[in-house]
């Protein structure tokens, strides 16, 4: 009878406390079809099943990454004297982690956000392809 009792007491200890439960920590990457063309990629990293950061990226149909194109400067915008395509997207990033991962604060709207200055692009591909990575972990 002891042993029942301390086996369960055990258990549920462990319950309370988490300890037992494997929460995911790695990355999840979900992607949507691009609307420009190409796949939207968003890479979220997790620590013990909490999300913790994110990369977006737009990957075109030859493989090519349009971050790094816009950060060697061979992808513009046409938007001088607006940020580059790659500061936007790392303004998004901050603002999904700081917001943490709540992805209704970005107020979107028409697919574009007025909740992160100085974004003036199209953002609900990335914001479905996060949803998607966060969906994955569950």
Not at 43 to 48: A, G, I, W
Not at 60 to 65: A, H, I, T, V
Not at 104 to 114: P, Q, V, W, Y
């Amino acid at each position: 009878m002891k042993k029942k009792v301390i086996a369960v007491t055990l258990l549920a200890a462990m319950a309370l406390t988490g300890c037992g439960s494997k929460a995911f920590t790695g990355e999840k990457v979900g992607q949507v079809k691009g609307g420009f063309g190409g796949t939207t990629k968003a890479t979220v990293q997790f620590e013990e099943g909490k999300p913790v950061s994110v990369e977006l990226d737009n990957v075109e149909d030859n493989g090519s990454s349009k971050a790094e194109a816009s950060e060697a400067g061979t992808y513009d915008m046409n938007n001088a004297p607006g940020k580059k395509w790659h500061e936007q997207v790392n303004l998004l990033e901050e603002a999904i982690v700081s917001n943490e991962f709540d992805l209704s604060k970005l107020n979107i709207a028409d697919g574009k956000t007025d909740a992160v200055s100085g974004v003036t692009i199209s953002v609900q591909e990335f914001v479905d392809a996060v949803q998607a990575a966060l969906d994955q972990a569950k």
